[in-house]
């Protein structure tokens, strides 16, 4: 609590996040590992005037939940869950793991379960006010390969938490992606090119989202959902995709009108193809993001962070967001990370719009 930078990203997330209104209903959902940071958004949500709904949980909670839980726990959401998201005007949610592998073991199957079980309350939640962030932790610092206090400064730099008024630098940022947003208005198609990479995706019609800050935190991209039936071409994945304490490295996909026909990866393919096959959405796109956040620069296993690095894009399989005018639905939304800081390049309708990570043009 007497950390400045956590006081300053506490009110960037009840004060500009989810704009915090004298009375509402705020989940504010964190494990016990996140205490200092839980405590400064509880006491600034009780300085906006609004009702927080303090949901804290056990570090190890979700571990016993899949050992111990029994089969109506994984296929059935209860009447307090459909309520509480049903009564809540928005959410606040703070992850800090203390071990980012403490569901490897779990078998991918039931997590996927879980997840179509669930997805009825992430489809409510979506429509409200909501953000997430994390709260550093020697687990999260260990994945990063950093120490801790490094890791600190890290996150609290990407939040804009080290500036005394980091809302502001939000709002400028929300300003700058304006300007590219009104660059794609009228797009028709994003090709995607780099080392064994040669994508093109259909965007006509679609709409690109302003992403600084409301729902992540950190932030940083514009994003859209690409035509569902539109893929086509092949992408080498850069960075591995950490999903459940596993890691599934060196993916390969190929597409054709939409869909993935082809999909290998080095390391957990299994796991790759066993989500791929979690529903029929599962196997097209449902997100093209472009990172914009060049205060992020190295990638530290976590999405949160990861999507958001400046010069890189990522693409998501399943859910897409309806928002965008995308219309693929899965309880799957898996983002992949393509760095296009070395040798790669974005075009839009045959014209060059990025280079090597850098906007270019107007």
């Given amino acids: 609590m007497n950390d400045l930078r956590v006081r300053n990203l506490a009110r960037t997330l ?10 509402e209903l705020i989940a504010l959902d964190g494990s016990t590992l996140a205490e200092p940071l839980v405590l400064a958004v509880y006491e600034e949500l009780l300085r906006a005037g ?24 994984f296929d059935r959401l209860t009447p307090f869950q459909r309520a509480v998201a049903r009564m809540v005007h928005g959410a606040i949610g703070i992850a800090a793991a203390p071990n980012t592998r403490a569901l490897s073991a779990v078998d991918p199957r039931l997590q996927a379960r879980v997840a179509r079980t669930a997805q009825p309350l992430r489809e409510l939640m979506m429509r409200k006010k909501w953000c997430i962030t994390l709260f550093p932790t020697q687990a999260y610092a260990q994945e990063a ?32 992606q304006a300007r590219l947003i009104r660059r794609l208005a009228r797009a028709r198609t994003v090709r995607i090119v780099g080392p064994d990479t040669d994508l093109t995706l259909g965007v006509r019609g679609r709409r690109f989202i302003n992403s600084a800050g409301r729902h992540n935190m950190p932030c940083g991209e514009i994003f859209t959902g690409p035509a569902e039936d539109s893929a086509e071409g092949h992408i080498r994945y850069d960075f591995p995709v950490c999903d459940a304490g596993r890691e599934i490295d060196g993916i390969r996909l190929v597409f054709r009108r939409g869909r993935v026909v082809e999909a290998s990866a080095e390391k957990n393919e299994k796991y790759l193809l066993t989500m791929l096959d979690l529903d029929p959405g599962a196997r097209r796109l449902g997100e093209l993001g472009i990172g914009t956040n060049y205060r992020i620069r190295k990638f530290i296993k976590n999405i949160l962070f990861d999507e958001k690095i400046g010069g890189t894009v990522h693409l998501a399989l399943g859910r897409s967001y309806p928002e ?39």
């Fill in 14 to 23: 009840v004060r500009y996040s989810v704009s915090a209104r004298p009375k």
């Fill in 50 to 73: 609004a009702y927080p709904v303090l949901r804290l949980a056990p570090a190890d909670a979700a571990e016993v939940f899949f050992r111990c839980g029994r089969p109506h726990h």
């Fill in 145 to 176: 390969e950093m120490s801790l206090r490094d890791f600190e400064a890290f996150v609290y730099g990407a939040t804009l938490s080290d500036h005394d008024r980091p809302e502001r630098l939000w709002a400028e940022q929300e300003r700058r």
């Fill in 324 to 362: 965008t005018g995308g219309v693929n639905r899965s309880a799957l939304h898996w983002d992949m990370i393509k760095d296009l800081r070395r040798g790669g390049a974005l075009y839009v309708d045959g014209e060059l719009f990025q280079k090597d990570g850098r906007f270019v043009g107007r």
